[in-house]
T-cell receptor, first 109, second 116 residues
Framework: KNQVEQSPQSLIILEGKNCTLQ??????????LRWYKQDTGRGPVSLTI?????NTKSNGRYTATLDADTKQSSLHITASQLSDSASYIC????????FGAGTRLTVKP | EAGVTQFPSHSVIEKGQTVTLRCDPI?????LYWYRRVMGKEIKFLLH????????ESGMPNNRFLAERTGGTYSTLKVQPAELEDSGVYFC??????????????FGQGTRLTVV
C-alpha cells in the first residue's frame, strides 16, 4: 500500500477558478513534504517544500498547507491558468522520497 | 546553470536486449537518485548515490538492473536483459549537500523506456 495517497486522481476546472488538491500520508517519521508539478514529457518541478513544523507555504498562486497531526496536506491553486494543466505530485520524505500517484489537473478555457 | 539531463529521452527495445540510461546531475551535486514510473502508477525509488557510493539501493527491483556512478559525476542505469514489465519512465534527480534532508531535489525530464 502506497504511503502517500492523493485525491482526486483527476480534476477538470475552468480557467480562472480555484482548486484544492489533497495529500494524505502515513510516512513516519518524516522531515519534509513537497509538492511537485509535472508537465507532460517533463520531469517534476518543485513548487513548495515544508518541514513538519510548517503549516503553510506559498509560491505565487500556489499555497500548500500541512497538518502534521492528521498527516494531511493540501495544495491550493488560485485563479487557475491554462498552463496549470499538469500532474501535481505530493512527496513525503525522511531519507528517501515517497511519491503519491499524483492528481492530473486540466484547466479549460 | 544546466539542469539534470537524461539520455536518451525515449528508447524502444525488444525483450531480452540491453539498454543503458544516462543521467548527468547538476554540477557539484553529491546526491543522485534514480526513480521510475511504471504504467501510470506512482513514482518509485530505485537507488541513491552519494558521490560514487551507493547509499541506498533498496528499490532496485532485481539483478537485471545495474547502476553506476564512476567518479561521482554522471550515472548510468543498465537493464540487462530487459523485460516487458521494465517499460516506464525512468527519472533521475540530484541534490546538493549529502545528508541534508530538506535540500531541493531537481529532476531530469526522464527517459521513456518501452520494451516490446
Amino acid at each position: 500500500k502506497n504511503q502517500v495517497e492523493q485525491s482526486p486522481q483527476s480534476l477538470i476546472i475552468l480557467e480562472g477558478k480555484n482548486c484544492t488538491l489533497q495529500c494524505n500520508y502515513t510516512v513516519s517519521p518524516f522531515s519534509n513534504l513537497r509538492w511537485y508539478k509535472q508537465d507532460t514529457g517533463r520531469g517534476p518541478v518543485s513548487l513548495t517544500i515544508m518541514t513538519f513544523s510548517e503549516n503553510t507555504k506559498s509560491n505565487g498562486r500556489y499555497t500548500a498547507t500541512l497538518d502534521a497531526d492528521t498527516k494531511q496536506s493540501s495544495l491550493h491553486i488560485t485563479a487557475s491558468q491554462l498552463s496549470d494543466s499538469a500532474s501535481y505530485i505530493c512527496v513525503v520524505s525522511e531519507d528517501d522520497m515517497r511519491f503519491g500517484a499524483g492528481t492530473r489537473l486540466t484547466v479549460k478555457p | 546553470e544546466a539542469g539534470v539531463t537524461q539520455f536518451p529521452s525515449h528508447s524502444v527495445i525488444e525483450k531480452g536486449q540491453t539498454v543503458t540510461l544516462r543521467c548527468d546531475p547538476i554540477s557539484g551535486h553529491d546526491n543522485l537518485y534514480w526513480y521510475r514510473r511504471v504504467m501510470g502508477k506512482e513514482i518509485k525509488f530505485l537507488l541513491h548515490f552519494v558521490k560514487e557510493s551507493k547509499q541506498d539501493e533498496s528499490g532496485m527491483p532485481n539483478n537485471r538492473f545495474l547502476a553506476e556512478r564512476t567518479g561521482g559525476t554522471y550515472s548510468t542505469l543498465k537493464v540487462q536483459p530487459a523485460e516487458l514489465e521494465d517499460s516506464g519512465v525512468y527519472f533521475c534527480a540530484s541534490s546538493s549537500w549529502a545528508g541534508a534532508k530538506n535540500t531541493e531535489a531537481f529532476f531530469g525530464q526522464g527517459t521513456r523506456l518501452t520494451v516490446v
